[in-house]
């Protein structure tokens, strides 16, 4: 799409955004506007699985979709904030951090502050702004702001939506795709591949307007596009807008997942599809744009025993279709044409919503290029490796002394590479393995 539907589509954006603020915002004297946990009258447990977020409950995932908008009070202060803190080892020392030192360092990950809660019964808000503790700079961050109704028609019960968020799949209820997936907390300080999706790449350097309608709570179908806003507007929200560059006219995406419960159990299967013109770096000198192309399945499995223990899994795979005519042109890439796959799976046990053990694996495999890895000594993007993650949830079940709001999280973490940026051994040319990035992180998660 070209400059002129780009202006529509900021034109719309900017609409849908002054309605929810004017309609959203003067609800706020007269209607509801509680934080989401004293808004639905549950204890944490009750929309997050291991009474802690991001990964949703059944109800979660339908309070979600309904907007934020379900509630049993009237009136609730609808800000919330949260901080992560860690310590973290890496197996053999790494390139330090401005201000930490290459071992061992004690970090302020991020503190960050909300906006959450519905707004009558057709506008609700998810609206967080983060002060990164390793950059030392504020940033917004997961923004998602909705719209909803609901109809029926020939038996059939519909929730249509609409969502003006800033990262492909942020909006998504379901935690087996890339913007809430596992692992749900990590720190800038720990080694991680330089290789990845570009539906990863787009989180909070887009814009972007979706459409979604929710047929019996099973069927759910979304569609949209997202656009790169001005590198002015970028840089005065702390976002770097060369990273990965900025998106030529808009890119489309679409979602379709099918969801159904039996009983104490729940599956769902679905697929997605993001497809990006994009202008590397945000050079436009070439006059040549990369296309990417990614295509993608995803499934998660709940199992919800009479005595608070769950057990969950979740699974995406990827296939990423590129073709690099601007990269080639500056000298970035040597392929015209490469491809990825990427590969996550995760599991999890919560012994009473409260003590969690999860595993997940990932495997990022890819086509070699001399330019685009030239700093991997197999020229290929290969990286493989586990995230286990053992973690404790005191308060989840709503019993914390400093009431509802007060939630805390403390846990260890440990990733292990068996392949790390094309190679297990002497990736880099200089000698470095992949176990050498093997990190060990514990951490607290407070949020209220």
């Not at 379900?70 to 201000?99: C, E, H, W």
């Not at 968020?165 to 795709?177: I, R």
């Not at 995406?316 to 990269?327: G, I, K, P």
């Not at 685009?372 to 000594?377: D, F, H, K, Q, S």
């Amino acid at each position: 799409m070209g400059r002129s539907g780009a202006s529509v589509f900021q034109r719309l954006a900017g609409l849908f955004l002054l309605t929810l603020a004017v309609v959203g915002f003067s609800a706020t004297q007269a209607m509801a506007v509680p934080a989401f946990a004293v808004q639905t009258g549950q204890p944490c447990s009750g929309c997050h699985v291991g009474g802690f977020g991001p990964q949703l409950t059944p109800f979660g995932r339908q309070f979600k979709i309904n907007g934020y908008t379900i509630r049993t009070n009237d009136f609730n202060v609808p800000l919330s904030a949260m901080a992560v803190a860690s310590y973290i080892n890496t197996a053999k020392d790494q390139a330090p951090q401005p201000g930490y030192t290459a071992n061992n360092n004690v970090a302020l990950d991020q503190a960050s502050v909300f906006l959450a809660g519905g707004f009558g019964a057709h506008f609700g808000a998810f609206v967080q702004g983060t002060y990164d503790g390793v950059g030392k700079q504020w940033h917004w961050d997961n923004m998602d702001l909705r719209a909803v109704t609901t109809a029926s028609a020939d038996g059939v019960d519909m929730i249509l939506g609409a969502s003006l968020n800033n990262a492909p799949t942020v909006d998504d209820p379901f935690n087996t795709l890339v913007g809430w997936g596992y692992p749900y907390t990590g720190s800038s300080l720990s080694p991680a591949p330089g290789a990845g999706p570009i539906i990863g790449s787009f989180a909070q350097n887009t814009v972007g307007l979706t459409v979604y309608a929710n047929l019996n709570s099973e069927l759910l179908l979304e569609t949209g596009v997202y656009q790169s806003p001005s590198a002015t507007f970028l840089d005065d929200v702390g976002i770097d807008p060369t990273d990965p560059g900025s998106i030529r006219g808009v890119a489309p995406y679409g979602r379709i997942a099918y969801t159904k419960n039996f009983g104490s159990q729940n599956f769902e299967v679905g697929g997605f599809a993001l497809a990006a013109n994009l202008n590397p770096g945000a050079d436009t000198s070439t006059g040549l744009s990369d296309h990417y192309l990614d295509l993608g399945l995803d499934g998660s499995y709940q199992y919800f025993a009479d005595d608070k223990d769950v057990v969950t899994v979740n699974v995406r795979y990827t296939n990423e279709s590129q073709s690099l005519d601007a990269s080639q042109a500056l000298g970035n890439a040597s392929n015209g044409h490469d491809s990825l796959n990427d590969v996550r799976i995760d599991a999890s046990y919560y012994w009473r919503s409260q003590i969690g053990l999860t595993v997940g694996a990932f495997d990022t495999t890819g086509s070699p290029d001399a330019l685009l890895y030239a700093a991997n000594r197999t020229l290929k993007p290969d990286s493989t490796g586990v995230t286990v993650q053992l973690d404790g949830t005191p308060f989840g079940n709503g019993n914390s002394p400093l009431g509802k709001r007060f939630n805390l999280r403390l846990g260890l973490q440990y990733t292990a590479y068996t392949e790390f940026d094309g190679a297990g051994r002497n990736y880099d040319t200089f000698g470095a393995n992949a176990a050498d990035n093997n990190t060990l992180r514990l951490f607290a998660w407070v949020a209220y």
